[in-house]
């Protein structure tokens, strides 16, 4: 390489590569403790429509190097239609049926993230596999946040029946109280959905290392 194009660092920019380099190694090290402390279960993402599980999720999974699964993709893989359509056709009794069915043979897949609609972990029998088989994690978000996230799309049944703010105040005050039996809660806000990935790599560490000592 001729002289002038060679990349010449100072002692400050080495120092900086080498610290980059320590971080990346603790960030790897903390991965590993968290893959190797799921033993082979799903993290299972619970929480009201519009709070994230599914962006959150898939950017989770592919920061641990796992799998990533939508129950909601999964159940209209299986019925061959969209949610909408089965709320339609067959009504919300039938969709729950068949939620149930399905996120109980996603829960045997080995170390994966499971994005779950957001009934799901409201039935007993459901919510009973979720905290045996796996690590449960309730993304726990603010009506307005929410609200703002629905708006987005409008493809929701249980969205249609009504406004859409006084649902989702009636969604939360039924479901908080069970959410909040999840294993961990992980608040999440208006910032950047990897700012949540990172409170829940934090929070597994934690809990793993808990588990653990
Ligand atoms: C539902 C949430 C939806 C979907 C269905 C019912 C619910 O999933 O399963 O429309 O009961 O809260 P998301 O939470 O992914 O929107």
Not at 57 to 63: C, W
Not at 90 to 95: A, D, I, L, P
Not at 110 to 116: D, G, Y
């Amino acid at each position: 390489m001729p002289q002038g194009n060679r990349l010449k660092l100072g002692g400050a920019q080495k120092e900086g590569l080498r610290h980059g380099g320590a971080e990346m190694s603790k960030a790897n090290a903390a991965i590993d403790a968290i893959k190797s402390g799921l033993e082979n279960r799903c993290i299972v993402l619970v929480g009201l429509m519009g709070a994230g599980k599914t962006t959150v999720g898939r950017r989770l999974a592919s920061r641990l190097r796992i799998p990533f699964l939508d129950a909601d993709h999964e159940i209209e893989e299986a019925a061959g239609m969209k949610v909408a359509e089965i709320f339609e056709k067959y009504g919300e009794e039938q969709f729950r049926d068949g939620e149930r069915k399905v996120v109980a043979r996603l829960l045997e897949s080995q170390s994966a993230v499971l994005a779950t609609g957001g009934g799901a972990y409201m039935n007993e029998e459901t919510r009973a596999l979720i905290e045996t088989q796996a690590i449960s994690v309730w993304l726990k978000a603010e009506l307005e946040l929410l609200l703002e996230r629905v708006a987005r799309r409008d493809t929701r049944p249980l969205l249609k029946a009504g406004d859409a703010r006084s649902i989702l105040e009636r969604l939360i005050t039924e479901r908080y109280p069970i959410y909040a039996q999840a294993r961990l809660t992980i608040e999440t806000g208006e910032g950047p959905h990897e700012h949540v990935v990172q409170d829940i790599l934090r929070s597994l560490e934690e809990f793993i290392g808990l588990n653990n000592s």
